[in-house]
């Protein structure tokens, strides 16, 4: 009923950029929450950046000033501007979206399937 597709991963050279896009899509009636996350082989999943509600935004501490989310101007597209990536940025990148599915029983979480970023030294 909800799906996430996710772009613009790939491999950069360390110092370089890279721009993630997301869309929702589906049976989506409202979303509160949508953004980033990312998971390197065997670490755990953690927040990159995101939109709350109100589209206040949080990033994790290791990316700020470095990347920037931003929304499209449709509501169910975001963006990750990822810059002077680090090798320690090498992860899977996963889109998040926090909603309300129409006739659904109450609010969700939905993945996208993820796109690799890979930062070389």
């Known amino acids: 009923q909800v799906q996430l597709v996710e772009s613009g991963g790939g491999l950069v050279q360390a110092g370089g950029s890279l721009r993630l896009s997301c869309v929702a899509s589906?049976?989506?009636?409202?979303?509160?929450?949508m953004g980033w996350y990312r998971q390197a082989p065997g670490e755990q999943r953690e927040l990159v950046a995101a939109?709350?509600?109100?589209?206040?935004?949080s990033y994790a501490d290791s990316v700020k000033g470095r990347f920037t989310i931003s929304r499209g101007n449709a509501r169910n597209t975001v963006y990750l501007q990822m810059n002077n990536l680090k090798s320690e940025d090498t992860a899977v990148y996963y889109c998040?979206?926090?909603?309300?599915?129409?006739?659904?029983?109450?609010?969700?979480?939905?993945w996208g399937q993820g796109t690799q970023v890979t930062v070389s030294s």
């Open positions: 939109f709350g509600s109100g589209d206040t935004t």
């Open positions: 589906g049976r989506i009636f409202a979303i509160n929450a």
């Open positions: 998040n979206v926090h909603a309300l599915v129409t006739g659904g029983p109450g609010w969700g979480d939905y």
